[in-house]
């Protein structure tokens, strides 16, 4: 099958951290860019990190730029998303997303870009930042 499960979400306390995964079945992870974003209740969809595949470049968002690092491990074709200086803006499902080749090339495109799209995504973990 091809799909992407992302897992590592839990509770965590404000000033904690947590990993997140982001495995690839089914096709090769590191031909792509690869964004994560999140969706909060009563919130917008949120795409806040990417890393490219071939400059390996990294982009992430204000909101979590110097708390939040992206990395991949092409061996593993696992993507990771590092957590740390949780605050309880960051609870949401988070999700692992291929960006489309056709639509962004294989780098990372401006970021955020405009308009998102990808070829694969997950289907979300849990994270809950609270005391």
């Known amino acids: 099958q091809v799909q992407l499960v992302e897992s590592g979400g839990g509770l965590v306390q404000p000033g904690g951290s947590l990993r997140l995964s982001c495995v690839a079945s089914?096709?090769?992870?590191?031909?792509?860019?690869i964004g994560w974003y999140r969706q909060a209740p009563g919130k917008e969809r949120e795409a806040f990190s990417c890393?490219?595949?071939?400059?390996?470049?990294?982009y992430y968002t204000d909101s979590v730029k110097g708390r939040f690092t992206i990395s991949r491990d092409n061996a593993k074709n696992t993507v990771y998303l590092q957590m740390n200086m949780a605050i309880p803006e960051d609870t949401a499902v988070y999700y692992c997303?291929?960006?489309?080749?056709?639509?962004?090339?294989?780098?990372?495109?401006?970021?955020?870009?405009?308009?998102?799209?990808?070829?694969?995504w997950g289907q979300g973990t849990q994270v809950t930042v609270s005391s």
């Open positions: 997303v291929a960006l489309s080749p056709s639509a962004h090339g294989r780098n990372c495109p401006h970021w955020p870009p405009p308009d998102l799209f990808y070829d694969y």
């Open positions: 890393i490219s595949s071939s400059d390996g470049n990294t």
């Open positions: 089914g096709f090769a992870l590191d031909y792509y860019a």
